[in-house]
Structures are given as structure tokens and as C-alpha cells.
């Protein structure tokens, strides 16, 4: 195992493109065989419980029948007496309400003239059947008991065998297993109520690391696929009706091989580890810097910042709350002739202790004068000196510097981990985050790799799809304002220091009549009927409406040329798109989201260079940037914002694609020990104003394009100073597709089909129900499970789909044919409130996947995993050509996407789609 601590990514001179744009495509495997999931499952019980369903109806409505038969055949008759005719009027009632006869009333109508022959006669046969009912129903209720055993023990050995869910499951849960082995060991069932909850833990565990592949540990992989010049080698034995054409994203046969981790240690951990430093007596190599968020703040009339003396110079800091490492408070300190020093010295970059003393103190102050006296007074100064620095320090003004420890494990293969050998990276310290990363092969083919006509098939659906974003935007479809609005308005032509629009940012008061967005934007409901987009909803909600008419919706764009969609070149980004899709061993392929180049892969970079030998993108996408800047004349500036909870801190790392840096003034915990080409930007150099309708932000006289790869949410007040710096960027860093809600712009209509842009699926289909529909609380097993089975056979819903609690919201894997079902349609209710669910389907199926991962390949399982493709466009130009389509739009001769950033992008401070 080796450590490393800075980034060991090459950088190749400006103009030497040597790599494409986007020649490496990412993998994101499941940890989990779908079939360890599904494995839970019994369709045939749901069955036995839908056709016991069925005929409790049919019985039902037979009893309906004869009880109207009684009436008009029966009760009318003047043979029949008051006594009997008052027995024949109950026992109408009770077959009206579902009952059958029972032996008095049989009696009754075999002894009575009145009653014909056949109507005794079907009575005589409901009281069978109800018979056999309540015999089956007593069946059913032991087997539905069975059920539960065979479903937590198949989960129990499932999580044992698995070694990804079990190294999971040792590192953040071992107590579970534990006490589920004492538990077995006295005796208890896994339908009894405490292993139950266990296996109900583990179910959704399983369904996480089986169902979705968004890389998380071990329950979520990476692995590096090149993209190819030409169509890939066919190789054989597809199942049948896959794609063998060449234009399938992945080959079928494709396997994963090899595995590998990295191990990062937690920055926000460590740093708050290191707010507890003690500067007076630390070693002189320990490295300082300024607080992240700091500004110098002077009058109106005040003197410039290399002024301190002035009296309304003022440092104003956000900084971390040393009793609630989580919140952010204002620190306001006058600056001084030795605050001014030290912090004149950290200006452009961490400094350690021993240069802020020689700088200081001089030569002689910091090593010690000759001579006892001397040598007296330079130790006083020196920690008179050092006594300062940790008062600034123990402020939160100062913060001590170190990079986090990083760890690549060696290549170990899958058969060596599958026969018992530990997974790679595991043991990791406690807080330590891990990537877990894979190799790639294909049977029966030497090269395997994504085709270049399927890229191109993914660039056609990615323009039809942004041509159907473009519809929905050209109607007014809007997110809602930033709080950074009123600020920005209060700009003019003449620049103002950023500091000053930050503070009248935070100052404003958030604007509560914004309807707030949906983490992820897509569906809005129109605004006039007879529009372009309005017409094209109403399409979609016709076929809503007869759901058994025909199959998906196809777009194209002979079809969006009828509705009045933009042009694909309009619409369409003029920066590097990365699109996320799921790729089926058969059929079209979904494509889940469009997101800007270089934020979803950006914490596995580093690894991915160590641990491969080369990653192209990292190079592709760090010559683009420089392109564009010598075109446009701009500088990029990559934005630094640290994490203020542990959870989120790996998303901080990233590879160093700029030049400079502004935010954070520590690199160590993005990216290393930066390379000697970048600077730090303060931020009290920045400022902003309007050119026309562009936002410019400028230091020294030179325009900056802020710029920032992260994926997730900044924390106030970085939030806002996101926002303002990125509306100042490219609007292609703010781009952001994803379309598979329709259904929430559909009004009342319950169901949508499925939506395809030719060769991908963009809107799986939905169904929207009303949690009415559900089981009652307190119902036993049975019912809940013949709830859940009549809820899948009334709506047309298929075995295996993602449940929400609303549009927008996050989706849970779910196999109506399991009974661990009911416990997580239960768990979602009761903690996101709403009166309805939505239903997708789950594509592609799990019995079309293309990948292959020989870890699970033990006892029969189908090793088949799910995956996710991360392919980056466009592939078809060149890097110079596209980086002076990019610098057009930062010069105004043309326009880019004609829309506010999406509420979901970067630029709100919402996490992207991964």
C-alpha cells in the first residue's frame, strides 16, 4: 500500500493536445448483484395471494347476484311466510355485504317452496367455495409466515457472502450482525419482530447497492472504459435480442476484473482536529493561512487596504464556530499594523511558522542573535510573535494547513477476494472516506471500449432532449430567484468590490415568495395550453389517459419542428457535457441527467491516474480551459469552498485544472500541494459589474471566470457567494439536463408512458398514486400483502420500480414481489409526508444488464450488476474548436443556453445529478 499527499496528475505545455476532449468513459458499477435483491422476491406467493384476491371478488360478486336473484325471485312470493321472509331479507343483506350462506340459511332455502331449485342450488355452492377460501386463506397466512423466514434468511446470507455489503456492513453497522447472530443463536425466527427490523435494514442495503450504482464505498465502483475510433468487437453469447449492431454503450460480455481502493482521510475531520493546534509551541514547518471567507472592510472615504492604520479598516471574517464545528459566525478585527503584516504575508499563499518569523522577525529574531541578551530578546519577540498567532488562531482569523493523508491499495484480483481475501483499501482509520475502483475486460474481445457510433446515437438523443428543455424554457419555465438577486440588481457598469455585494447579499432578507425548485429540475406544468410545449404535454397526457394504447412516446426532431422547439445548436451548451445514462443489454439506453464536464468525476481523478497509469480527461479538459483563456483573453479561476460536515467532505477533492484559485486560500484539502503555476486570488481583489446583461467579475483590471467542480451543496454563507461568483462564469458550467418527471406536469392524469428520444429513453414511465390506496395500519401480514398485490395488479405496475414520495424527491428501489416491500413503502410514508406516491419503472430490467462481475460469481448467482455510464461530449470536435465556440459566449458574438442557470446546478448551491 502506498500514501501519497499532493497530486500526481501530469501537466502537458499549453497547445499540446495530445488527448481527446473526453477519450476515457467512466463505469459506476453496483456493489451488489441485482440478484441478490430480486432473490428476496416470490412472485409465485403474490401470485397465490392475487388469485386468492380475485376469486374472494368473483365470490363476492357472485353472492351480489344471488342476493338480487332472492329479491325479485324470492321475496315476492306469496308462498313465502313473514318468518322466512324476514330470514331471506337478512340473508340478502349479507350477501350484499360479501357473505355467503351459512347452514341455517341453507336450510332455509332447501325447505322452502318459494325458493327455486338453482338459487339453493348456487347457494349451496358459495358456502363451497367460502369453504375453500378460508382454507386456502389459512394457507396462505402459513405460507406468507414461511415467507418471511425464507426471505430474511436469503437477505442474512446474501449480506454475509457478498464481500463489498460485508465490509460495508463490518465498518458501519458491526453491532447488526452481531446481534443478529446472537439472536439466531437463541432461537429466534427471522419473522419475529427484532430480526425483522434487521432484515429490513439489510433489505434496503441490498436495494441501494444492487439497484443503483452511484459510487459510495464498496456499494458503488468505478472503472475507466475507452472510448473507441470505430464500433466494438462483437463478442458472442448475448442473450437473446441484445444489441449486436455496434451502436449498444456497452457489449454484452462486458466483465469487471480487478479491484483496487483508494483511501482518503476526512478533511473536515482533520481540520477540525487542527483547529485544536497550539501555534506557540508548534514546529516551525507547520503551515498557516487565512480564514476562507475574509474581507478587508473601509468607509466610504477610507484609505485603501495597504493603509491599516485608517480607523474604520476593519477584517471581517466568517469563520467555524469552535463550539459547533458545523455553524459559521462573524469575526470583526481591526486591522492593525501586525494583523496587517501577517496577514500581507498569507496574501497569496500558505505560509509555514518559520517564514512568517523570518519575515517578521528578521534572520536574527527567528534563529536567535548572538550573544545572551540578544538571544533573550529574539526569544520574547519570537513568541510574543507566536503568542499573536495562536490568539488569531484560536479567533478562527488564522487556520493551520495540512494535506490529508491519501492511500492507493494494490491491485487485487476478484477470484483472490471471492476465496476470502480482505477487499483493498479495508482497515482504513475510522472517518477515512473510501473510492473503490475496478479494471475492465470483455470476453472474447481484446479491446473493450464504448463504440463511437454509440456515442454518436447518445449525441443525437442528447439534442433532441435539450431541444425538449429548450421547449419547456421558451415558455417562461423558470427557477425561482436567487437570494442574491437584489443584490445583483443594485449593480452598474462601474465595478464594486465583491466583499460589498456579498454583504448586501446577506443582508437582504430571503425572498419568501419564490416558489422553491425541486432538487432536480426538469417537468413544469405550462403556462398556455395552445403553446408549443403545451400541445406537447397535452400529447403526453392524451396517451395518459389509455394506458393500454400503444407503446412509448418517441421524440424527434421532425416532431419537435411541429411544436416550435429551438434549434438543437440554441439549446445545446457551447462547453464539454458530461451525460450519466444507464446502458441495457438490450434496447435503448436511459439517459439519467447532462451536467457540466469535470464535477462528477472530479474526486476520482487523482486516483484514477495513480492507479491506471494515465486518465486523458483531466488533460482533455485542462487544455480546453486553456484554450478558451488565450481566445477570450480571460483567466479562469477555480472556486474554493471547505466543507462543514463530515458526510460531505470528499466532494471537496478535485484535480488542479486552473491556474488560480480563489475561496479557500488552502489547496491542501482540494488538491494537494498546488503546482507551481498556481496562485491564490484573494477574494478581496474581485469585483463585479454589468455589461449589458453580463455579469463581469474582474481582478486587478482582468476579467476572471469563476469556475467551480464540486458536487455538493455549499453551506451558508458560501451558498451565496457561489451564486454570485458563478453568475459571473460561462453558462455552460451551469447546465444541467435531467427530463424524467413528466408526470409532474401532467395535472391530474395518473399515468405517463414512457419517453423516448429515438435511441434513449429520457422519462421512464410513471404512475402516480394516492396513498389511500395503501393497506391500513394495523392490518396483519396477509392483508398488507394482498394490499400490495392488489396495488400492483389495479395500476399496471411492474415487478421491479423506484417509488417516490413526489416529483423530484428521492427514489427508493422497490420489488413489489417481496414482502420486505411493504416495511419500506411503510418506512418512506411515515417520514416524507404527502398524500401520494409515484411509480417508475425500473430500467433497464434486471434481467438486461450488460455487465458482469465474477466477485459474486459463487453458488449460481447471476453475477449480472447494474452500471452507469459516464460519457463525456462532445466527441465530434475538436478542442480548439470548441474552446472558441466557449470564448464567443464570454465575448458576446453569440448567445449560449437562453435560460437562468437550472435551480439544481452549481450555481444555486444544489448538488448535481451523479
Not at 363 to 376: E, I, K, N, V, Y
Request: net charge positive; hydrophobic share 40%; charged share 20%.
Amino acid at each position: 500500500m502506498t500514501e501519497r499527499r499532493t497530486s500526481g496528475a501530469p501537466v502537458r505545455p499549453a497547445g499540446e493536445h495530445t488527448v481527446r476532449l473526453g477519450g476515457t468513459a467512466l463505469l459506476r458499477l453496483a456493489g451488489v448483484p441485482v440478484a441478490a435483491w430480486t432473490g428476496a422476491g416470490n412472485p409465485g406467493l403474490f401470485a397465490r395471494i392475487s388469485a386468492d384476491a380475485h376469486a374472494r371478488a368473483e365470490l363476492a360478486g357472485r353472492a351480489r347476484k344471488l342476493a338480487e336473484d332472492l329479491g325479485t325471485q324470492v321475496v315476492p312470493d306469496p308462498e313465502l311466510g313473514s318468518a322466512e321472509r324476514r330470514s331471506v331479507l337478512a340473508l340478502r343483506r349479507r350477501l350484499h355485504a360479501g357473505a355467503t350462506p351459512g347452514p341455517a340459511d341453507q336450510r332455509l332455502l332447501d325447505a322452502s317452496a318459494a325458493v327455486p331449485a338453482e338459487l339453493a342450488a348456487e347457494a349451496a355452492a358459495l358456502s363451497r367455495c367460502r369453504c375453500e377460501l378460508d382454507l386456502g386463506e389459512r394457507l396462505l397466512r402459513e405460507a406468507v409466515a414461511q415467507e418471511w423466514q425464507r426471505a430474511g434468511t436469503f437477505i442474512w446470507e446474501r449480506a454475509r457472502s457478498a464481500p463489498t455489503l460485508r465490509g460495508f456492513l463490518d465498518t458501519t453497522a458491526p453491532e447488526l450482525l452481531t446481534e443478529a447472530e446472537r439472536l439466531l443463536g437463541k432461537g429466534e425466527l427471522w419473522r419475529d419482530r427484532r430480526l425483522r427490523r434487521t432484515g429490513a435494514y439489510l433489505w434496503r442495503i441490498l436495494a441501494r447497492s444492487a439497484a443503483k450504482s452511484t459510487p459510495r464505498g464498496w456499494l458503488g465502483q468505478i472503472a475507466p472504459l475507452p472510448v473507441l475510433d470505430g464500433p466494438a468487437p462483437v463478442p458472442g453469447g448475448g442473450p437473446l435480442g441484445a444489441d449486436t449492431s455496434g451502436t449498444a454503450l456497452l457489449p454484452y460480455g462486458v466483465t469487471v476484473a480487478d479491484l483496487s481502493a483508494e483511501t482518503a482521510e476526512n478533511v473536515f475531520l482533520l481540520r477540525t482536529r487542527l483547529a485544536g493546534t497550539d501555534l506557540v509551541g508548534a514546529p516551525p514547518e507547520t503551515l498557516v493561512a487565512p480564514a476562507p471567507l475574509q474581507f478587508l472592510s473601509t468607509g466610504p472615504s477610507g484609505p485603501g487596504p495597504d493603509v491599516p492604520e485608517a480607523a474604520d479598516a476593519v477584517v471581517c471574517c466568517q469563520v467555524v464556530d469552535p463550539a459547533a464545528p458545523d455553524r459559521m459566525r462573524e469575526i470583526r478585527l481591526r486591522r492593525t499594523r501586525p494583523l496587517h503584516a501577517v496577514l500581507t504575508l498569507l496574501a497569496e499563499r500558505p505560509r509555514s511558522l518559520g517564514e512568517l518569523e523570518s519575515a517578521l522577525l528578521g534572520a536574527s529574531g527567528a534563529s536567535g542573535a548572538s550573544g545572551a541578551s540578544g538571544a533573550d530578546g529574539a526569544e520574547r519577540r519570537r513568541a510574543v510573535l507566536r503568542g499573536f498567532l495562536a490568539h488569531l488562531h484560536g479567533l478562527g482569523v488564522l487556520q493551520v494547513c495540512a494535506p490529508p493523508h491519501r492511500r492507493c491499495a494494490r491491485w487485487t484480483t476478484a477470484y483472490q477476494v471471492r476465496d476470502g481475501a480482505r477487499l483493498p483499501g479495508a482497515g482504513a482509520a475510522p472517518g477515512w472516506f473510501t473510492d473503490s475502483h475496478r479494471s475492465v475486460r470483455a470476453q472474447g474481445a481484446d479491446g473493450p471500449g464504448v463504440p463511437a457510433d454509440a456515442v454518436a446515437t447518445v449525441r443525437e438523443g442528447l439534442a433532441i432532449a435539450a431541444r425538449l428543455a429548450g421547449l419547456a424554457r421558451a415558455e417562461g419555465l423558470a427557477p425561482a430567484t436567487p437570494r442574491s438577486a437584489a443584490a445583483l440588481t443594485s449593480l452598474g457598469a462601474d465595478p464594486r468590490p465583491l466583499r460589498d455585494v456579498l454583504a448586501e447579499a446577506l443582508a437582504a432578507p430571503p425572498d419568501t415568495g419564490a416558489v422553491p425548485a425541486h432538487r432536480h429540475p426538469g417537468w413544469s406544468p405550462a403556462r398556455t395550453a395552445d403553446s408549443g410545449y403545451g400541445r406537447l404535454l397535452a400529447l403526453l397526457g392524451d396517451r395518459g389517459t389509455r394506458p393500454g394504447d400503444g407503446g412509448p412516446v418517441v421524440l424527434d426532431h421532425r416532431l419537435l419542428d411541429g411544436y416550435g422547439a429551438p434549434p438543437a445548436d440554441s439549446v445545446l451548451p457551447h462547453w464539454p457535457v458530461d451525460c450519466l445514462l444507464r446502458p441495457a443489454g438490450s434496447g435503448p439506453a436511459v439517459l439519467q441527467s447532462a451536467s457540466p464536464a469535470g464535477v462528477a468525476d472530479a474526486r476520482f481523478a487523482d486516483a484514477l491516474y495513480a492507479l491506471h497509469g494515465s486518465y486523458d480527461n483531466v488533460e482533455g479538459y485542462r487544455a480546453f480551459l486553456e484554450a478558451v483563456e488565450r481566445t477570450a483573453g480571460v483567466r479562469f479561476v477555480e472556486l474554493l469552498v471547505p466543507p462543514l460536515a463530515d458526510f460531505a467532505a470528499n466532494a471537496v477533492r478535485r484535480p488542479l485544472t486552473t491556474g488560480w484559485w480563489t475561496g479557500d486560500p488552502d489547496p491542501t484539502a482540494y488538491f494537494g500541494t498546488a503546482r507551481p503555476a498556481a496562485r491564490y486570488l484573494p477574494l478581496d481583489r474581485i469585483t463585479l459589474r454589468w455589461e449589458g446583461t453580463r455579469l463581469i467579475a474582474e481582478a486587478d483590471g482582468r476579467r476572471i471566470v469563476p469556475i467551480h467542480h464540486a458536487t455538493r451543496v455549499a453551506p451558508p454563507p458560501y451558498g451565496t457567494l457561489m451564486r454570485l461568483l458563478l453568475t459571473a462564469g460561462h453558462p455552460g458550467t451551469t447546465w444541467l439536463l435531467r427530463l424524467d418527471g413528466p408526470l409532474a406536469a401532467l395535472g391530474p392524469v395518473r399515468y405517463c408512458p414512457r419517453v423516448r428520444t429515438g435511441p434513449l429513453v429520457i422519462a421512464p414511465a410513471q404512475w402516480r398514486l394516492d396513498r389511500a390506496r395503501l393497506w391500513r395500519r394495523g392490518d396483519d401480514d396477509l392483508a398488507r400483502a394482498r394490499g400490495l398485490a392488489d396495488l400492483r395488479a389495479s395500476a399496471g405496475l411492474p415487478r421491479h420500480v423506484f417509488v417516490r414520495s413526489g416529483p423530484g424527491a428521492k427514489s427508493l428501489p422497490l420489488d413489489l414481489a417481496a414482502l420486505p416491500a411493504l416495511g419500506a413503502i411503510e418506512r418512506l410514508c411515515a417520514r416524507e409526508p404527502g398524500t401520494e406516491l409515484v411509480f417508475e419503472e425500473m430500467l433497464p430490467l434486471p434481467g438486461d444488464l450488460p455487465v458482469r462481475d465474477p466477485l459474486h460469481g459463487r453458488s449460481g448467482t447471476d453475477p449480472a450488476v447494474a452500471a452507469q455510464l459516464l460519457l463525456r461530449l462532445p466527441q465530434d470536435r475538436g478542442i480548439d474548436e470548441l474552446a472558441r465556440s466557449a470564448a464567443a459566449v464570454l465575448c458576446g458574438d453569440t448567445t449560449d443556453v437562453p435560460a437562468p442557470p437550472a435551480a439544481g446546478g452549481p450555481v444555486s448551491g444544489a448538488e448535481p445529478v451523479h
